[in-house]
Each structure stands twice: as C-alpha cells, then as structure tokens.
C-alpha cells in the first residue's frame, strides 16, 4: 500500500490550502482515513479522521477551520485548510488503517508565515 501527499506550501496568515492523498488502492478497504500532523519539534498529532463508513472527528484546534473529504472514485482523501494560522505550520501526514495494520504516506511540509 503507497500513500502520496501533496498540497502543502507556504501561505499567508489567513490563507487556504488544500492537501491530497492518493491511495493505491481502494480507498473503501480501509477502516478509516486519517491526517495527522508534527509541528516542529513536537510530536506527531491526530488533525482530522474519517471512518470510510462515514463521520469525521477533528481536533479542537482545526474544528470550523479544516474539512476531510474522501473520492472515493479517485481513491484519493482531501484535507481543506482555511484560516490558517501561524501554529498550523507543521508537516502534515495522510494515514490509512485497517484493524492493527497502519499506512502512511510521506509528509507534506505546511508553513504558515507573513
């Protein structure tokens, strides 16, 4: 299973961005989909999840701010930023979970500066 993100660059205080993560299969063999995210020299944290059966959870600091969305026909999830703010610089990770077994893609490094 590869996992590939994309999406992520410098913005403005402000700003919107939106990350991609395709999948190499089908995204519907998964229990749920998930982003998470390592500011710098801190540890790696849960930004958004949605459960391919349906639902989404996020983090209180992203709630109103972020949407994760899935295609399912592009096998791709979707995590939309707006509002960004300067403590959402991170690198952001896409992660695939099925029973115990974890899948991730490589990062994708999100700065949010003036």
């Keep these: 299973v590869q ?3 994309s999406g ?5 205080p ?16 998964f229990e749920d989909m998930a982003w998470l995210r390592q ?6 944290e849960l930004v958004a999840v949605m459960p391919v059966a349906g639902g989404e959870a996020y983090a209180d ?7 994760i ?3 399912g026909a592009e096998n ?7 509002n960004l703010k300067p403590e959402d610089t991170a690198v952001y990770y896409c992660r ?15 700065t949010v500066s003036s």
Aim: net charge positive.
């Design 14 to 29: 402000g700003g919107s961005l939106r990350l991609a993560c395709v999948v190499s299969e089908n995204i519907f063999n």
């Design 76 to 82: 791709t999830m979707y995590l939309q930023l707006n």
């Design 69 to 71: 969305s899935i295609d």
């Design 3 to 5: 996992l590939q993100a």
């Design 61 to 67: 600091s992203v709630k109103g701010r972020f949407a």
């Design 8 to 12: 992520g660059g410098l913005v403005q």
């Design 96 to 110: 695939a979970r099925i029973l115990s077994r974890q899948y991730w893609g490589r990062g994708t490094l999100v």
């Design 39 to 44: 500011p710098p020299g801190e540890r790696r």
